[in-house]
């Protein structure tokens, strides 16, 4: 008994000091709670709640000018209406390929208040693989950009009843969200009882995307403490989100803001001087990236970065690929020491954080285990191994997905379910993570992690990021590639580059070849196309 009432005393201290509780009207609260009650208290509870919480104050702001939450409110009801009223009837499922603009949010308060689920498509997808993924999912409506257009009319070209709604348009088109919006507006849709979940779709980097099911809520408040307690967010402060909305990272740091009724601050289409200037325009205390973009950020020309301060940031969160070290310190170094890396999986959840004093002790961290969450590390016949020692990375936590719409699960063991990644923890209890499972080939004989030639390659002054994958070899059953960017101005060719391998590990580990590139193939979230990498491979370039 006195454990539990420690506890709720410290869920209420960390509520108090995040700001989300705070000196209001008893009234207020009470409309808040019945509020979110009626949103389901799901991935849009928020949002109902900030609508109570906060009505006039500014809630979203993208290129169109900004929207209070009271505004946000009306439009989701709207739309969900105007889903309903549909010719084809009220969809069950909505697809959303959109990029970060209100379209996106309307989206999701007009599907959840019908009770339809949400599938979050890639806006990176081509038309094949949307195809598939839509028939897979059942998809009977999609909302989109105007961009998206042909990609689209390809994916349902078999689909002719599915419903076609456009989000963001520079032309004129007969079906909009904005049409739908004006048509319905002061109208509430019927709820259906329904409880809509949100598909997300893994990241696909080297197959076909999975759609993985949450029907939110999932570790409820404790969840919510572990990242205030980790997270200097603060209710009601500005954050800055441009990590694509579509995906597990920016989804949940717009639902987290939502929850803090935190104005939500983004364009739809991210540039690393723009998004500075929001930082100080809007003296936003928060920033939501994924990995890429710090070093966007830093490969501005100094005198364009000094041109900003970004004071007013009290913490700049990433998560989605892995983070190049030196970038980290050099952001901190300028900007504060305000870099939060997190590591996490759209089946899982969060899962570990970084602190800024973590970065600064081992810039390549993962961090430690988020409250409530248990990280261990495996071999092959799931014994527990030591510090230091590399293995797979198994998690138990509350905030697990549903799991596969395709009615398959990840691998299990014990109640710990496997992340897909190998790691290790270190004598501090913080989380390395060396690369996913399936990225460790054997050569010659000798087991090889990609990522630790990487990071090698990355330590060249000449390099400003590189790649290594494995492909196959008839002599060796395996060999490295590895795909540089040099600097600019840099004159260091391939030999140069070995060399460096070579006089820092073993003689196995230098890549057998080193393509030098202008980029590299990167998706919507950051992340390397390792495919395209081993096309190159293929094609002999």
């Known amino acids: 008994m006195a454990s539990r009432i420690e506890e709720a005393l410290g869920v209420v201290s960390t509520l ?24 389901g208290l799901g991935f849009t ?59 996106f949010v309307d989206a999701l308060l007009g599907a959840n208040r019908i009770g339809a689920d949400v599938l979050l498509l890639n806006t990176s997808f081509a038309g094949p693989a949307l195809a598939e993924v839509v028939t897979r999912e059942k998809v009977d409506a999609v909302i989109y950009d105007e961009e998206f257009t042909p990609t689209v009319d390809r994916a349902l070209a078999d689909r002719p009843d599915a419903a076609r709604i456009v989000a ?64 200097p967010w603060r209710a009601e402060e500005p954050i800055v989100i441009v990590a694509p909305m579509f995906h597990a990272w920016g989804f949940s740091q717009l639902v987290l803001a939502s929850s803090l009724a935190c104005t939500v601050i983004t364009r739809r289409k991210f540039d690393p001087e723009a998004t500075l200037e929001l930082i100080d325009r809007h003296k936003a205390t928060g920033l939501a990236v994924v990995p890429v973009m710090f070093d966007r950020i830093m490969e501005l020309p100094d005198e364009v970065r000094n041109r900003y301060s970004c004071r007013s940031l009290r913490f700049a969160v990433a998560s989605g690929s892995r983070m190049r070290p030196d970038v980290v310190i050099s952001f901190m170094d300028q900007f504060g020491d305000v870099i939060y890396n997190n590591y996490n999986a759209t089946e899982a959840g969060m899962i570990a954080t970084a602190t800024p004093a973590d970065l600064r002790a081992a810039p390549d961290t993962a961090g430690k285990p988020a409250e409530g969450t248990e990280i261990r590390i495996l071999d ?131 890549p057998r070849e080193i393509h030098i590139l202008d980029e590299l193939p990167r998706g919507s979230t950051g992340k390397i196309l390792r495919n395209e990498l081993k096309a190159k491979v293929g094609g002999g370039s």
């Not at 169109?64 to 009223?85: H, I, V, Y």
């Not at 797979?392 to 009615?407: A, E, L, M, P």
């Open 380 to 510: 092959s016949e799931f014994n527990e191994l030591p510090v230091s020692e590399v293995g797979t990375i198994y998690v138990r936590n509350k905030t697990q997905f549903d799991g596969y719409t395709s009615g398959a699960t990840k691998d299990f063991h014990a109640g710990f379910m496997s992340s897909g990644d190998v790691g290790y923890l270190d004598e501090n209890g913080r989380l390395f993570v060396v690369g996913r499972d399936d990225e460790m080939i054997v050569s010659g004989g000798e087991n090889i992690y990609p990522i630790e030639v990487e990071k090698t390659l990355a330590t060249h002054p000449e390099v400003a990021e590189a790649s290594v994958i494995g492909v196959d070899d008839e002599q060796y059953g395996q060999r490295l590639a590895a795909f540089v960017v040099l600097e600019p101005g840099a004159t260091a060719d391939v030999e140069a580059l070995k060399q460096h391998v070579r006089e820092n590990l073993a003689n196995y580990k230098v």
């Open 168 to 231: 963001w348009s520079d032309g004129s088109h007969d079906v909009t969200v904005e049409k739908l919006i004006a048509k319905h507006r002061g109208q509430a849709p019927r709820r259906t009882g329904h409880k809509a979940k949100i598909i997300m779709l893994t990241s696909g980097t080297t197959g076909t995307p999975k759609g993985a099911k949450h029907s939110g809520g999932g570790g409820g408040i404790g969840v919510l403490k572990g990242i205030l307690d980790r997270t």
């Open 16 to 39: 108090r000091r995040a700001g989300m509780i705070a000196p209001m009207r008893p009234d207020r609260y009470i409309k808040m709670a019945a509020a979110m009650r009626r949103e």
């Open 45 to 103: 509870a928020g949002f109902a709640g900030a609508s109570q919480r906060c009505p006039d104050s500014p809630g979203f702001i993208d290129e169109l000018g900004s929207l209070t939450w009271r505004q946000l409110d009306d439009r989701g009801n709207a739309l969900g209406a105007a889903l309903q009223a549909l010719p084809s009837g009220a969809p069950k499922v909505v697809g959303v390929m959109c990029r970060n603009h209100r379209g």
